[in-house]
């Protein structure tokens, strides 16, 4: 294999070659003979060019004054329609074009058409000499012997160690960029307060929901009552406790040992936060009672207790126990059983705690 | 007699009581809130209205869903449905269907404004359901801002944030809803047609499901502010666009820029 | 020394004023030595080698624009209601980075057209980058010298990304902020670390107050930063190794064929920034892009059906859809030892990414360890002219399409009329299937065009001319080609399979063996280039068949 390593452009390898020889390759003709153009011959069509070339810069300039009419005679005050914004954007844009591709297409008409258009051959050069690295060789060794780095370990070890240990102030200080998740996310707003149950309320004005409001077939877009309240963290909450209500033939569902109780009359809630990796589930198809996810397809079969059935989720939506108070409203009888939305690697964990 | 006393001591004996019972109540509290909703749906629909819709109903739509809209396997009953569903499904053209498959589509409407009447009366006749509502609801002069915000949360998983409609499964969609009557919106939240869940009064009130018409038809006669929409559809059109008409002109511009002048 | 010297020449004196403020520069930076190595650099031209430019043009552009919008953007998640004029959004409960967007949008003059000009903008900048990617990749020139600027290539195109990302989050629209909630859930299935990594992403829990800010720096200052880095290191390149040339009449690896730098490749580069930045402006005024007024703000709840990334992002958003979360009674997310391991996020959003981004960085050396060809290229490879390469390269182009496409399943749905279960079923299929068969079309393709190449080399081109030869056969008349086309069709290398050679302890290593295995399935099925003694033999075949020997098998 040896010999073909010194990078020279033309040196031919084994490889390339193989099979062919010089002999019987077509040889290289050169470059082919230059061809005049229409305005290197004809003057008129130079003097014709030269006009074309002018009228494009031209039109930049009118676009250039389109740009600054449209701005200053078009005011977006308070009572601009869509209709004026979207007149202003198309003639400013317009004015932008013009301008632009005036200079643009002027500027390479002018290169095409009237300037030298003859190829011109250039060498290449080596990238790198030979002579060269011999005496960047040179030059290396002579600034290492003159550190003395190789005759002194005990300099060059601690150097080594304090630049090993130097970063790690950098590394610390982005310690402090969010808190410890702890179990955060095994806790949603719906866990009572006080031995208070928390109703299930529209979203998003926050009115609570009577049982009797819910008729088969429908589906309410559920979150915790006092959500609206809160305003530190509003959003973290509302996050992890979106909840899809929906209402069907009570014959349908088949709730598990355990489960039976955890909806009412038909009526099941289930967490909206996809166990993927957490879109809101919010199409409920009434007829099928699939869900599906929007963001990627994950399709969960509500009379299976929100089972996959298609898609890349891989666990079901965790299911809110409802029931009714007093007042006929629906309230939450605890928090979700399990963490609600994608999967970490502590949800293990932090389910078994929740049903310990 | 023995045998009944007999079988009532069978231990699913409890189970089916109540099962039945439950079904009682819950079919109760169905009839009851429908009841509730089912204000006026008789009100503007005469008696030769109802007569009328009867033959063509006979006629036409008996096929599949029954002598009396009693159901059969090829269609469900429609009674109870009201008089908004009929309007919205033969209205829009939806109804009769040409064949049956995953979805119903909008199609030009085959019965006019007054068979489509006759046909909601004669459907309305049949038991309470809702109504098709009134011009006050329709006035487009809701509050648009509110709208959105019951428009994104309750309807745009499916119909898109632009109302550009959206794929369900298995070849199910939800449609873009544009070029749509405000009448027609209304009718189908308050009476879920096919797979969309059913949006009743005390989901969404009159007066949010007012904001929600008023704020599609604003953004629909808008238009957008940036220009053409390139279809509402979001990131995948734009990225469509960008690769075939933009680079489309520039390659254009370079082929031209590099090629020799004659 | 230099004293002596400037004392004996008499000063240059400049004079005009223009002329004395060069020489005043000149003297201070050295311009005239700089100007006679650059002035007259020679460029080869070709269409093709423009998009380098485009996306160095849409970059400028960004810069520009995206100054502009940061006058007038503010990243507070803190919460507002919108006061501004576009009515369907009145009073509506923000923060205060989408209502700054809104702003942009409907009260700042011409903000609406910079927001818009800065995301085509951001559009055409990655897809540029990643043609001018798939230009170098099949005209093979990324081979030596050239193999560390298409590593430098690869970092840009993955900045290009980072910084379209970490763009379009920024408005706090719902679209973007379902995105975010995707990457979130995305960083909270790595094992281990994934729930801190989230938790400081974040400042706390999703979607909490910290993240547009937090995206804004990295947006504004530290991608653009490295994005500007990794060009200056890749022009730099450039320069040493001069540009690559198309192979053809008088180019060769000694030398580049073309225009002078000034003036005509500088007039030409230098209008095209004007045209790149024409077309731009045209898009913006004319076609919406992220209309975030529709989405309204990003709120947990609700989301849209269409929720896609930009294009960019899409491959990768793709293969989240594509996998199964259940394969029969597997659950892709299971328990060891107590942790959750999410393979059902983990694997596509890793696996095809990083497949994808290993062999595009190694892909220089893989093919250089198996041809053993360790000299400099300068002049391109016909994409015809490498059959295998180019196979390869379609094989992965029809992977990352397909990841594409599955992005838009549910607009493949609806717009196709289609069962979005089944768009999905056939493009798992081809997730699998797609790449195989692009590869053994493309190179029956590329082969069938090479031997194409040689048919009009040796016969000519088809003039569509019929003639009835004396004894009663009709032939079509080919033209003979002048011999500067012929040797565009004819100047080309075709390898044959290197077999496997001992070391230099006289064995041959099984790396070695495996080595001239893949050389074998590199070039064994090989068109090799038409020789002039072909030639003169299908010269001979034509005389004989106007003298109307007798010969009745043509191969016309």
């Given at each position: ?7 020279s452009p033309?040196h031919?390898?084994?490889?390339a070659t193989?099979g062919q020889n010089?002999v019987?390759?077509?040889q ?11 305005a ?5 069509a130079?003097k ?7 009228v494009?810069f031209?039109?930049s300039v ?12 078009i005011?977006?005050g308070?009572?601009s329609?869509?209709a004026?914004i979207r007149?202003?954007n198309?003639?400013l844009g317009?004015g932008?074009?013009?301008?632009m591709l005036g200079?643009?297409?002027?500027i390479?008409?002018w290169?095409k058409?009237?300037m030298?258009d003859h190829e011109?051959?250039?060498e290449?050069?080596?990238i790198r000499y030979e ?5 960047a060789?040179?030059i ?8 003395g780095i190789?005759?002194r370990p ?5 150097l080594l160690?304090a630049?090993?240990?130097a970063?790690?102030p ?5 310690g402090?960029l969010?808190?410890?998740?702890d179990d955060?996310?095994?806790?949603t707003?719906w866990?009572?307060t006080d ?7 529209r979203d ?11 008729t088969i077939?429908?589906a ?7 959500l609206?309240e809160l305003?530190?963290?509003?959003l973290?909450e509302k ?21 039976e109780?955890w909806g009412?009359?038909g ?5 909206k ?7 809101p589930?919010?199409l409920?198809?009434q ?5 599906l996810?929007?963001?990627?397809q994950?399709?969960?079969d509500?009379?299976?207790e ?9 666990r079901?939506l965790?299911q809110?126990?409802i ?5 006929g409203?629906?309230?939450?009888t605890?928090d979700?059983?399990?963490p609600?939305?994608p999967s970490?690697?502590e949800?293990?964990?932090h389910?078994?705690s929740i049903?310990s | 007699?023995?045998?009944l006393s007999q079988?009532r001591?069978?231990p699913l004996?409890a189970?089916a009581?109540l099962l039945?019972g439950l079904l009682?109540?819950?079919?109760l ?6 009841v509730?909703e089912a204000?006026a749906?008789?009100a503007?629909?005469t008696?030769?209205?109802?007569e ?5 109903f006979e006629?036409?739509c008996?096929?599949c ?5 009693g159901?059969t396997q090829?269609?469900?009953?429609l009674?109870?449905v009201g ?8 209205g829009?053209?939806?109804m009769p269907?040409?064949?049956n498959?995953?979805q ?6 085959q ?5 489509t009447?006759q ?6 006749s049949?038991?309470?359901g809702?109504a ?10 809701g509050?648009?801002a509110?709208?959105g ?5 309750n309807c745009?998983?499916?119909?898109n944030a632009?109302?550009?409609g ?5 070849g199910?969609?939800?449609p ?5 009557s405000g ?5 189908a939240?308050v009476t ?7 949006f009743?009064?005390?989901n969404i009130t009159?007066?949010?499901?007012r ?15 940036g220009g053409?929409?390139l279809g ?12 075939i008409a933009g ?6 511009f370079?082929?031209?820029?590099t090629s020799?002048?004659? | 020394?230099s004293a002596a010297?400037t004392?004996k020449?008499?000063?240059?004196v ?5 002329g004395?403020i060069t020489d005043f520069v000149?003297?201070?930076v ?5 100007l006679?190595?650059f002035?007259?650099k ?7 080698f423009?998009?380098?430019e ?12 995206g100054t502009f919008l940061?006058?007038?953007f503010?990243?507070?998640?803190a919460e ?9 959004l009145?009073n509506?409960?923000m923060s205060?980075a989408?209502?700054?967007?809104l702003?942009i949008?409907f009260d700042?003059?011409?903000g609406?057209?910079m ?11 990655v ?8 230009r170098v ?14 590593v430098v290539?690869?970092v840009?195109l ?14 706090d ?5 379902n995105g975010l909630?995707?990457i979130d859930?995305v960083?909270?299935?790595?094992p281990?670390?994934g729930?801190y990594?989230s938790f ?7 979607p ?11 947006h ?13 290191l ?10 690559t040339q198309?192979?053809g009449?008088?180019?060769?690896d000694?030398?580049v064929?073309?225009?002078p730098l000034g003036?005509?490749y500088?007039a030409k580069?230098?209008g095209?920034f004007f ?12 076609f919406?892009i992220n209309?975030?007024?529709n ?9 849209s059906?269409?929720t896609q ?9 793709g293969?989240l859809?594509l996998m199964p979360?259940?394969?029969g009674?597997?659950h892709f997310?299971?328990v060891?030892?107590g942790?959750?391991?999410t393979l059902?996020v ?7 990414a990083?497949?994808?981004f ?5 892909y220089?050396w ?7 060809d ?6 391109l490879?016909?994409p015809r002219?490498?059959?295998t ?19 838009s399943?549910?607009l ?6 289609v ?5 999905t079923?056939w493009l798992r299929a081809?997730f699998?299937?797609g ?6 079309v493309?190179k029956r393709?590329a082969l069938a065009?090479?031997?194409k190449?040689?048919?009009i080399?040796?016969h000519g081109?088809?003039t569509?001319r019929?003639?009835?030869l004396p ?7 080919h ?6 086309k012929?040797y565009?069709?004819?100047g ?6 290197l077999?496997a050679?001992?070391n230099e ?5 099984r790396k ?6 893949l ?7 090989r068109?090799a280039p038409a020789t002039?003694?072909?030639l003169?033999a299908s010269?001979?075949?034509?005389e ?6 007798g010969?009745?098998?043509?191969s016309?």
């Amino acid at each position: 294999m040896g010999n073909h390593s010194d990078g020279s452009p033309n040196h031919s390898g084994t490889v390339a070659t193989a099979g062919q020889n010089e002999v019987e390759k077509f040889q290289d003709p050169g470059i082919p003979p230059h061809r005049l153009r229409l305005a290197d011959t004809d003057p008129k069509a130079a003097k014709r060019a030269e006009r074309q070339v002018a009228v494009l810069f031209g039109t930049s300039v009118v676009g250039t004054v389109i740009f600054l009419v449209a701005y200053f005679a078009i005011d977006l005050g308070d009572d601009s329609t869509i209709a004026t914004i979207r007149l202003q954007n198309a003639l400013l844009g317009l004015g932008t074009a013009f301008a632009m591709l005036g200079i643009g297409t002027g500027i390479v008409h002018w290169a095409k058409a009237l300037m030298p258009d003859h190829e011109v051959s250039e060498e290449r050069h080596a990238i790198r000499y030979e002579d060269d690295r011999k005496a960047a060789v040179r030059i290396v060794d002579d600034i290492v012997e003159e550190t003395g780095i190789k005759r002194r370990p005990l300099i060059r070890n601690t150097l080594l160690g304090a630049v090993a240990l130097a970063p790690l102030p950098a590394l610390a200080v982005f310690g402090d960029l969010g808190p410890r998740p702890d179990d955060k996310l095994a806790h949603t707003m719906w866990a009572p307060t006080d031995g208070k149950l928390k109703r299930l309320a529209r979203d998003p004005d926050g009115t609570p929901i009577k049982a009797s409001d819910v008729t088969i077939g429908s589906a309410f877009h559920v979150i915790p009552e006092g959500l609206n309240e809160l305003h530190e963290g509003k959003l973290n909450e509302k996050a992890k406790a979106v909840v899809l209500l929906m209402r069907l033939d009570p014959a349908s569902l088949n709730p598990s040992p355990g489960r039976e109780n955890w909806g009412y009359n038909g009526i099941v809630a289930y967490s909206k936060i996809c166990t993927h990796v957490g879109c809101p589930v919010a199409l409920y198809e009434q007829q099928t009672h699939h869900l599906l996810c929007p963001c990627h397809q994950s399709t969960f079969d509500l009379t299976k207790e929100c089972k996959v059935i298609f898609g890349p989720a891989s666990r079901p939506l965790p299911q809110l126990p409802i029931a009714v108070d007093d007042e006929g409203y629906l309230v939450a009888t605890s928090d979700f059983k399990e963490p609600v939305g994608p999967s970490y690697w502590e949800r293990d964990e932090h389910e078994r705690s929740i049903n310990s | 007699m023995k045998a009944l006393s007999q079988k009532r001591r069978h231990p699913l004996a409890a189970i089916a009581l109540l099962l039945m019972g439950l079904l009682l109540t819950g079919g109760l509290y169905a009839v009851a809130t429908t009841v509730n909703e089912a204000k006026a749906s008789t009100a503007d629909f005469t008696a030769s209205d109802t007569e009328e819709g009867q033959k063509l109903f006979e006629a036409n739509c008996a096929t599949c869903h029954g002598m009396g809209a009693g159901g059969t396997q090829d269609g469900p009953s429609l009674v109870g449905v009201g008089a908004a569903a009929v309007d919205f499904q033969v209205g829009t053209g939806r109804m009769p269907m040409q064949m049956n498959g995953p979805q119903a589509y909008k199609k030009p409407a085959q019965f006019n404004e007054q068979q489509t009447h006759q046909l909601s009366a004669y459907v309305a006749s049949l038991g309470p359901g809702p109504a098709i509502p009134e011009a006050g609801v329709l006035d487009e002069q809701g509050d648009a801002a509110k709208g959105g915000e019951l428009f994104r949360t309750n309807c745009a998983m499916c119909h898109n944030a632009a109302a550009a409609g959206g794929a369900l499964t298995r070849g199910k969609f939800a449609p873009a809803l544009a070029d749509v009557s405000g009448k027609h919106i209304y009718e189908a939240m308050v009476t879920g047609p096919q797979n969309m869940p059913v949006f009743s009064d005390s989901n969404i009130t009159p007066e949010g499901k007012r904001d929600i018409v008023t704020f599609l038809k604003q953004i629909e006669s808008t238009g957008s502010p940036g220009g053409a929409d390139l279809g509402a559809l979001g990131p995948v059109s734009e990225g469509l666009f960008v690769w075939i008409a933009g680079l489309g002109v520039i390659i254009a511009f370079t082929i031209w820029l590099t090629s020799r002048t004659s | 020394m230099s004293a002596a010297s400037t004392a004996k020449a008499p000063a240059y004196v400049a004079n005009t004023k223009v002329g004395r403020i060069t020489d005043f520069v000149d003297e201070r930076v050295g311009g005239s030595g700089i100007l006679r190595e650059f002035g007259r650099k020679v460029f080869p031209d070709h269409w093709s080698f423009m998009f380098g430019e485009v996306a160095l043009y849409s970059f400028v552009i960004l810069l520009l624009s995206g100054t502009f919008l940061t006058f007038f953007f503010d990243p507070s998640m803190a919460e507002t209601h919108y006061n501004g004029s576009y009515t369907p959004l009145k009073n509506v409960e923000m923060s205060v980075a989408y209502s700054s967007s809104l702003d942009i949008s409907f009260d700042v003059r011409g903000g609406l057209f910079m927001r818009q000009v800065h995301h085509w903008a951001a559009l055409l900048f990655v897809a540029s980058v990643a043609v001018h990617m798939l230009r170098v990749f099949f005209t093979g020139a990324f081979r030596k010298p050239r193999e560390m600027n298409w590593v430098v290539g690869g970092v840009l195109l993955i900045l290009a990304m980072a910084a379209g990302f970490t763009g379009y989050s920024l408005p706090d629209d719902l679209l973007s902020g379902n995105g975010l909630r995707i990457i979130d859930g995305v960083i909270k299935s790595i094992p281990v670390i994934g729930t801190y990594t989230s938790f400081f992403l974040f400042g706390g829990e999703f979607p909490g107050t910290m993240i547009i800010g937090r995206l804004y720096v990295l947006h504004i200052l530290l991608v653009p930063a490295l994005i500007l880095l990794m060009i200056v290191l890749h022009l730099f390149m450039v320069v040493v190794h001069k540009h690559t040339q198309y192979p053809g009449p008088g180019r060769n690896d000694g030398n580049v064929v073309g225009y002078p730098l000034g003036p005509v490749y500088a007039a030409k580069a230098g209008g095209f920034f004007f045209i790149v930045f024409g077309v731009i402006a045209l898009m913006a005024a004319f076609f919406t892009i992220n209309p975030i007024w529709n989405y309204g703000p990003y709120d947990p709840s609700p989301v849209s059906a269409g929720t896609q990334p930009d294009w960019y992002i899409g491959w990768v958003d793709g293969a989240l859809r594509l996998m199964p979360g259940v394969l029969g009674d597997f659950h892709f997310e299971f328990v060891v030892f107590g942790y959750v391991l999410t393979l059902n996020v983990l694997l596509p959003a890793l696996v095809p990414a990083g497949l994808v981004f290993t062999v595009l960085f190694m892909y220089p050396w893989i093919e250089r360890w198996i041809t053993k060809d360790n000299r400099e290229h300068h002049v391109l490879d016909r994409p015809r002219n490498a059959p295998t390469r180019t196979a390869i390269g379609m094989a992965g182009f029809t992977f990352y399409c397909v990841m594409w496409a599955a992005a838009s399943s549910d607009l493949i749905a609806t717009h196709f009329m289609v069962s979005l279960n089944d768009v999905t079923y056939w493009l798992r299929a081809l997730f699998f299937l797609g790449p195989i068969i692009a590869f053994v079309v493309t190179k029956r393709v590329a082969l069938a065009l090479q031997r194409k190449d040689r048919e009009i080399a040796l016969h000519g081109r088809e003039t569509g001319r019929i003639v009835r030869l004396p004894h009663g056969e009709f032939i079509e008349v080919h033209a003979p080609l002048d011999e500067y086309k012929r040797y565009k069709l004819v100047g080309f290398e075709s390898p044959v399979p290197l077999p496997a050679e001992p070391n230099e302890h006289g064995v041959v290593t099984r790396k070695e063996k495996r080595r001239a295995a893949l050389s074998r399935w590199f070039f064994e099925d090989r068109v090799a280039p038409a020789t002039p003694a072909e030639l003169e033999a299908s010269h001979g075949h034509h005389e004989a068949v106007e003298a109307g020997a007798g010969q009745k098998t043509l191969s016309h």
